[in-house]
């Protein structure tokens, strides 16, 4: 195995290498900004057309009252687990190997749970009175019900979402007075200046930022468990058949792990060539996210069938009619998809030839990703159409092509967002693999004099 | 904001409904001595139609069409389902057919009321469970957790719908309650304009509620008068007599005469065992099986 | 008209006029005398009216011919809701949902508004006119008039204009109506609709009498069926066994329904006095002649029905007294209907329930304003004569036969061929577009009149065998469009063309009601002494007039020397299925399919809404190779429909069932090219003894057509499954439960 | 007697180190090694505060505070709430429940923490700030800087010590 990045790489380089990703990015670059615009221009569409016309358009109906936007809600909060994961809980770990990449991913979480926050406000019925849900002193008296795992979600995604964007801002703090160094004129200089706060690299700054640092991973990672744990919360603290699992919260925190990571596999590979970062976003740190994700891949697994067998064994009629509902009712081609791609696909991680295979790990990377929005979905909508009460069972629900459009859409929003901050903000750690590049080479430098101590000790 | 009121609060309302006392005495605007519950006999009930028509009536629900029935957004607070006596062999049609009407349960441990993100639906001082629809945001949760699936939202604005109240069918709206718009939830109100004015004219006359000042238009219309309407606080009233004979009791979730084998009795109240203490008991249908 | 005098009728006329009208004449017996009227505005109210507080006026539904009592709930110039009037003897106080929508007919938005000639939207004048013209170029007997039912001075005034015009051809024709069962009871009970006690009996036995939802007085027989279900009284809970081989809403309340092959009633009903022979039940000689031969075995054979349960239904018969058999449409819808339907009677007799559970009925003491019943063998005289070209001028009114009458009837094209056509119309509806004068009428709540009900239901303790009632119809609000008129205004114009001098005092229908009314106050419950004007105010506050009645009597005894009962006809191997047309307790004939609650509210038993369906029973369905959802062709010998097959368990696998009333191709938005006409592909065939149209007698056969629909109802997938849940419809069976104690 | 500053680059951390060791070690007149040096390095380099000499970190009282007070108003906040305004009242639930009022809590709780730690390091290391009187943008990319100030006549000494260590460049500023 290589290593995850050349020791011999100089600083200057690192600084050159990644402002250039600033600058001049592939063509490609502007190819999937226009697609992704036009995706969410679509998006839009559909949300002119059903704030027009009412949520009937989406095909929603009673009982079948939540649908793809909810299922698309939990997808895009799940995603933006993965860049905690590498920044916060590697960080923790001291797995240098995360700096190369960590940064993209933490934006990647910002950027998720915009386009989450979007599906909130896309499924209610009545978007434009949405403040009603806000905490706020008012002339009606009136505040949100603080008992509804709704304003829980709405409260943790918000914690969730600023302290990540502040995570974000704060990492990146040196690597924005670098490029105020290096930039010199337009908007970017005045943005740089402005964003960097003055920052020197002094021993005070550092200091301080380590121990900031430090303090905000450790919260971020108990906030992120907590987030997906309160959307799972959502479905676990209903009576509904099929939801109300106790083993709810840890299988959904899985499965935003999992997802999360398997995007940052897609990401990693479009921005290593998008923008050039073959240097950085080496095959051997490849390898390392690719068995990670297998490893969550086989603990999401196992949470299923966890969940699997206690309905299974369970006294509680309606939730085991849900479970064979998903085998062989309606939704059976979708739920057995799930079933293919969360769990089957993942063995292809095992190929030790294909961990660093960038097409194949591209194409598993996405095939998982479908199998964790269907795993949402499947988590939706059988309940829905197979709840407690026989008489409202509903099989012939199917979302409407706004509901498709909208979760479309999203996907173009996010590259949107995502695609402007790769361009606009370095999206590889400067100092970070400086950092990497330092310990690494002083690591070789010491086990070289090692190896030649011990070998003046033989002689 | 005062710290009396808070630690007051904390203590006053531990514990609400359902309880053995009667409502909050301390209620400011509302001394409760009021529990509107029904009493449906389905040995009585023939599945007619004529109570959800009755309720289409009343509370202005719209006429959705074929097209919008077809994706299960029909708006019938009173529904009438039709079940089939089953066996190994499918369905079975000697005793006919089972109809059950079916509205909001007004629980007294609502499902729905804890989960609505705006406090749009609370309970009410006489053990409703009501729905504001102006500060409904249209999340839909509380649809999502209603095991009996009564909560029906409003996809379309349907006052602009094409012949849903073309005019002058809008002549015909109640204009003792709302035409709900677009994106709120709406469901079975008891029908809470009509209780509220046999309530207010008691109180002009100075006597408590009685037994017969109010009638629900399900009720009303029933042919068969299967149904059964008034406060459950009250032990003149018809329905609280029957609930004491059936032994149901509002707050228990297992009626102690379930435990005894072979009891007589016929009321029961649907899922119950999921704890939300409906206020409606239905009543068995019986079948003879001489024939 | 005394200033102070400023009662509701005019109140309501005002309010139509939006705040600034004054009262003017044009309503009756107001006139204006100089000096005397005051404009009034809007804001004086009558001290009755309270903003906000509704207003109840009683009146009677228009919707089916039950004639219910109702109550109109009026608020700021609107009704809003119909309801029950609980002084009703009929309906005491219940409303069936068909009645309440009798506000959306009054409301709806495909009322014509103005008299339509050749299409064309003319004056009354214009359009009385061109009635005048044509009448005066044909002599009385080229003029027909055909009717739906008919009672009350309405009628009164009806026979009058038949007589000016000198025509004896009144054709009074119901779609749907018990026609045959009034000739079998006048023959076995002495009077053709005696008063049927369901309340009093411990058993109920009906032969296909859908008595819950559209047979003859449902709301009334709903309440009596509340009280016979009642553990508390003396009898105990009753039991109610259906037979019949389409399930209908009764029949889904049965103790035990019986599903019988089409036609063969009568045979069972023979049988079970057969067995009741055998039981020790004494039989008079020539009733135990006429059965002898139908002994439960070989009946059994011929019905489908196991003959241990015909026993079974000899004991329970025989233990329980009394007990009530009911003959109703189902068992009477063939050629041998009246016989089935004799057949039936005879075990009420056996029984001895005649007199106790089947009473004498009083009838009206005028005979000018009592019901005038409609049948279809009256439709076959009209439509003969129209072919025959003996009418050039016909009017319709009350009825839709283009759309009712049997397709092999060609009806349509007889119905062109008169000269002209004037039909009598709230709606478009397929025999006004074939009319060439389309006269608009005023709404049931927009128009006054009086009804006389066909079933005389009693109120209690009243002296019941000469009770008899009349009940008001009348304006719950301002009409809504000034170019309706009523049929009593214009029945009156049309006597005004004829004897001008004999009608010049009415000034309009209403005039002529109030006066028929006072003049008569004394034989409608007043005292000479009474004011005219408050015995007038209270009798229709009160909307119901009791009458004393004509006592009638039923027959004691009932011989067997009429009953030839024949074979059922057999199957046709072209044809080999039944066809059953199902009446809905909704949309009964299809009168009332544009009002859209109805269309909306679910058909009970199968939960199809806005379309119609083809009840097929899975077995047969099974062999076919159908599905639910299968678009498929129900081929008759006179034509053939499409519609959507339902798999339904209620149905007799030889026998498939299509609702009526759908399938319009007019009358309005919510109606038109919603479901199929299953009249239209009914055969010719004729009840023997009456001539009514056998409408069971069609065989039919079923193909796919290869498309599938998701059929739009009110159930979902499991269909009527529980899915095991343990609480929800729950059932026991009665020796379980202690009823006796309830409360 | 007016200040001076200098800055000198280093190539790597070992001369930074050495110099810095030799700064504080040497008694030169009008400087004082403690307070007059600081270390400006493109990356973080935990060493820098050992050679540099330990100086305490607060940022952790600040997360202390913040999170302490975040859970706190939350609770107090919410519970006040809705025990001061509109009672919601929900069948089978007290008004004031304490589960959901935990679960916000909780995450108040973080955010407050979040937050005032953000503060806590802006404030503690003194940003946002303006350019000190000596910068390289060469501090940036690949070289350790080191700066003091020092009285005028502690120049040449400075000076000596930093070309020693093989200082890429000096550079040198009056004192505001």
């Known amino acids: ?459 | 904001m005062s710290v009396s009121n808070l630690l007051e609060n904390w203590s006053k309302f531990r514990h609400t409904h359902p309880v053995e006392d009667k409502g909050h005495p301390d209620w400011e605007a509302y001394p409760s001595d009021i529990k509107w519950a029904m009493a449906i006999d389905l040995d009585a009930c023939t599945g007619c139609n004529a109570c959800s028509v009755a309720c289409y009536a009343e509370n202005n629900l719209p006429v959705v069409g074929k097209e919008k029935y077809s994706h299960g957004q029909a708006m019938h607070w009173m529904r009438i389902e039709r079940y089939w006596d089953e066996s190994e062999s499918g369905f079975e049609v000697d005793q006919g057919a089972r109809f059950l009407p079916m509205m909001c349960q007004q629980c007294e441990a609502a499902p729905c009321e804890t989960v609505c993100p705006v406090g749009a639906t609370n309970h009410t001082e006489d053990g409703l469970n009501s729905q504001i629809y102006n500060r409904c945001i249209g999340s839909r949760y509380c649809s999502a957790n209603c095991p009996y699936k009564v909560r029906y939202f409003n996809w379309y604005d349907y006052p602009t719908t094409k012949d849903v109240w073309p005019s002058p069918m809008n002549e015909q709206l109640n204009p003792d309650l709302s035409v709900r718009s677009k994106g709120v939830m709406e469901k079975c109100t008891f029908c809470k304009q009509r209780t509220y004015v046999a309530r207010n004219n008691a109180k002009t006359e100075g006597r408590p509620v009685q037994d017969g000042d109010v009638q629900t238009a399900c009720q009303e219309a029933c042919p068969a008068g299967a149904i059964t309407f008034g406060n459950l606080y009250d032990p003149e009233s018809k329905v609280a007599q029957k609930w004491q004979h059936q032994q149901v009791e509002l707050t228990k979730e297992k009626q102690d005469k379930d435990k005894t084998e072979g009891n007589r009795l016929r009321g029961y109240r649907i899922l119950e065992e999921l704890r939300p203490y409906p206020s409606v008991m239905y009543l068995e249908r019986v079948r003879e099986s001489a024939v | ?743 | ?176």
């Open chain 4, 1 to 176: 007697m007016s200040q001076r500053y200098l800055l000198a680059l280093y190539n790597n951390f070992d001369e930074a180190e050495a110099v810095v060791k030799e700064l504080r070690t040497a008694d030169i007149k009008g400087f004082n090694a403690a307070n007059d040096m600081v270390v400006k390095s493109p990356i973080e380099h935990p060493e820098v505060e050992e050679f540099i000499g330990n100086k305490p970190v607060y940022v952790q009282w600040f997360t202390l505070l913040g999170a302490s007070l975040g859970g706190f108003l939350a609770f107090w906040l919410i519970s006040g709430s809705q025990a001061n305004f509109y009672a919601q009242m929900k069948g089978g639930k007290p008004i004031v429940p304490f589960p959901p009022n935990f679960v916000l809590t909780y995450e108040m709780f973080i955010l407050g923490g979040v937050y005032i730690t953000v503060l806590g390091f802006l404030i503690l290391s003194g940003l946002p700030a303006r350019r000190s009187p000596l910068y390289s943008a060469k501090v940036s990319e690949d070289q350790i800087g080191v700066l003091v100030k020092g009285d005028e006549g502690s120049v040449p000494k400075l000076r000596e010590i930093f070309t020693k260590h093989k200082a890429l460049e000096i550079q040198e500023e009056a004192g505001r």
């Open chain 3, 1 to 743: 008209m005394k200033e102070n005098d400023f009662n509701r009728r005019d109140f309501l006329k005002v309010l139509g006029w939006g705040g600034t009208a004054v009262a003017l004449s044009g309503c009756g017996n107001t006139s204006i005398q100089d000096g005397q009227e005051i404009v009034t505005s809007y804001v004086t109210l009558p001290s009755y009216v309270i903003p906000s507080i509704a207003n109840y006026f009683n009146s009677t539904c228009a919707q089916c011919d039950a004639g219910c009592n109702i109550m109109g709930r009026v608020r700021e110039g609107r009704v809003l809701k119909a309801e029950g009037n609980p002084n009703s003897p009929i309906n005491r106080g219940k409303m069936c949902g068909l009645g309440q929508s009798g506000v959306q007919a009054h409301y709806n938005p495909d009322r014509i508004r103005q008299p339509l000639l050749k299409g064309q939207a003319v004056t009354w004048e214009a359009a009385l006119g061109a009635i005048n013209d044509k009448l005066n170029g044909v002599k009385g007997e080229q003029v027909a008039f055909l009717t739906g039912g008919m009672s009350g001075h309405v009628q009164a005034l009806f026979g009058n204009y038949m007589d000016a015009l000198g025509s004896k051809n009144h054709f009074s024709y119901e779609a749907i109506s018990p026609a045959v069962l009034r000739v079998a009871n006048k023959k076995a009970y002495g009077m053709a609709m005696p008063r049927y006690r369901i309340d009093k009996a411990r058993v109920v036995v009906s032969f296909g009498a859908d008595f819950l939802g559209a047979w003859v007085s449902p709301v009334n027989f709903a309440q009596q069926y509340a009280q016979f279900r009642k553990g508390t009284r003396p009898e105990g809970r009753g039991v109610l066994v259906q037979v019949e081989p389409k399930m209908t809403l009764t029949g889904a309340n049965a103790d035990s329904w019986i599903g019988i092959r089409p036609g063969t009633e009568g045979m069972l009903a023979l049988g079970v006095i057969n067995a009741l022979g055998s039981a020790g039940i004494k039989l008079p000689a020539d009733i135990a002649a006429a059965v002898k031969d139908y002994t439960p075995e070989r009946v059994g054979v011929n019905t489908g029905v196991p003959f241990e349960r015909i026993n079974k239904l000899a004991t329970l018969l025989k233990e329980r007294s009394p007990s009530l058999v009911l003959a109703g449409d189902a068992a009477e819808g063939y050629v041998n209907g009246s016989q089935n339907a004799l057949a039936i009677a005879m075990l009420n007799h056996v029984l001895g329930n005649v007199g106790k559970t089947v009473e004498a009925a009083a009838s009206v003491p005028f005979p000018q304003i009592a019901p005038t019943v409609g049948s279809r063998s009256s439709l076959n005289k009209l439509n003969d004569g129209l072919a025959a070209g003996k009418y050039k001028v016909v009017f319709s009114y009350g009825a839709n036969p283009v759309f009712s009458a049997p397709a092999a009837m060609k009806f349509k094209d007889n119905f062109v061929k008169a000269d002209f056509k004037v039909a009598f119309a709230q709606y478009l509806d397929e025999t006004a577009q074939a009319a060439d004068l389309v006269l608009p009428l005023d709404s049931a709540m927009e128009d006054w009149g009086t009804v006389v009900p066909e079933y005389m239901a009693a109120p209690e303790g009243s002296d019941a065998d000469t009770y008899a009632q009349m009940s008001f119809r009348q304006p719950l609000m301002q009409k809504l469009y000034p170019d309706t008129r009523g049929v009593g205004d214009i029945l009156l114009a049309l006597l005004k063309q004829r004897k001008a001098d004999e009608y010049k005092d009415f000034e309009d229908f209403y005039s002529y009601l109030h006066n028929a009314v006072l003049k008569n106050k004394v034989a409608l419950g007043g005292k000479t002494t009474d004011d005219d004007d408050i015995f007038w105010d209270e009798t229709l506050s009160k909307g119901i007039v009791p009458l004393k009645g004509v006592a009638g009597s039923v027959s004691a005894k009932m011989s067997a020397a009429d009953l030839k009962l024949s074979p059922a006809t057999g199957t046709d191997t072209n044809y080999p299925l039944r066809l059953i047309p199902a009446v809905s307790a909704s949309m009964r004939d299809g009168r009332n399919a544009n009002e859209p609650w109805l269309q909306e509210s679910p058909d009970p038993l199968t939960t199809v809404v806005w379309d119609s369906w083809v009840e097929i029973h899975p077995k047969t369905a099974a062999k076919l190779g159908i599905a639910e959802g299968d678009i498929v062709e129900v081929a008759s010998k006179s034509g053939s429909i499409k519609s959507q097959a339902y798999l339904f368990p209620g149905i007799h696998p030889d026998a498939v069932s299509v609702p009526v009333g759908y399938g319009h191709e007019g009358m309005g938005r919510y109606a038109k090219g919603v479901g199929a006409n299953v009249f239209s592909i009914l055969d010719p065939v004729f009840e023997q003894e009456t001539g009514e149209l056998a409408l069971n007698e069609t065989n039919v056969k079923i193909s796919k057509t290869g498309q599938r629909v998701i059929i739009v109802k009110e159930e979902g997938p499991l269909g009527g499954s529980q899915d095991g849940r343990p609480k929800i419809a729950v059932q026991v069976q009665a020796d379980k439960v202690d009823l006796s104690k309830e409360v």
């Open chain 1, 1 to 459: 195995m290589g290593k995850d990045i050349r020791e011999d790489i100089a600083w200057a380089q690192i600084n050159k290498d990644v402002l250039k990703s600033l600058e001049s990015p592939r063509k490609a670059y502007w190819v999937i900004l226009l697609v992704a615009l036009l995706v969410f221009g679509v998006g839009v569409g559909c949300e002119v057309y059903q704030y027009n016309m009412g949520m009937g358009v989406a095909n929603l109906d009673n009982p079948h009252v939540w649908g793809l936007y909810i299922a698309s809600f939990i997808f895009w909060i799940g995603m933006s687990h993965s860049g905690t994961l590498l920044s916060a809980i590697l960080h923790l770990m001291h797995a240098d190997w995360r700096k190369p990449i960590y940064r993209f991913a933490e934006a990647m979480t910002t950027f998720s749970l915009l386009t989450a926050a979007l599906f909130v406000a896309v499924h209610l019925g009545r978007v434009w009175q949405i403040y009603y849900a806000l905490p706020y002193p008012n002339e009606r008296w009136a505040w949100p019900n603080f008992q509804s795992p709704l304003l829980w979600d709405a409260m943790a995604v918000f914690t969730y979402l600023s302290s990540s964007m502040i995570f974000l801002y704060v990492g990146m703090i040196p690597d924005l007075a670098i490029c105020r160094d290096n930039i010199h004129q337009g908007w970017r200089k005045k943005v740089y200046t402005i964003l960097a706060l003055g920052w020197e690299g002094t021993d005070r700054q550092w200091r301080n930022f380590r121990m900031t640092y430090l303090t905000v991973a450790c919260f971020l990672i108990p906030l992120a468990v907590s987030v997906h744990s309160i959307v799972a919360g959502d479905f676990a603290m209903s009576q509904q058949p099929g939801w109300h699992v106790t083993s709810f919260p840890p299988y959904f925190v899985a499965g935003a792990l999992y997802s999360g990571c398997a995007a940052i596999i897609s990401l990693f590979v479009i921005l290593r060539y998008v923008f050039r970062f073959e240097e950085y976003m080496t095959l051997p740190i490849l390898k390392k996210i690719v068995r990670l994700t297998f490893a969550i891949a086989m603990v999401w697994t196992y949470l299923n069938c966890i969940e699997f067998a206690s309905v299974w064994y369970s006294h509680d009629e309606a939730a085991k009619g849900v479970l064979i509902q998903k085998a062989i009712g309606p939704y059976a081609p979708f739920w057995w998809a799930m079933i293919f791609c969360g769990s089957v696909v993942p063995f292809a991680m095992m190929v030790k030839k294909w961990q660093t295979n960038i097409p194949i790990m591209f194409a598993v990377s996405l095939l998982l990703n479908l199998g964790m929005f269907l795993e949402r979905w499947m988590i939706v909508s059988p309940t829905f159409s197979h709840g407690i009460y026989p008489w409202t069972f509903d099989h012939d629900q199917w979302p409407s092509m706004v509901q498709w459009g909208m979760v479309f859409g999203s996907f173009g929003w996010f590259t949107l967002l995502f695609l402007v901050f790769c361009k606009v903000f370095p999206s590889v750690s400067m100092y970070e693999v400086k950092e990497m590049v330092y310990h690494r080479s002083l690591q070789s430098k010491k086990e070289a004099a090692g190896e030649e101590l011990a070998v003046k000790g033989a002689n």
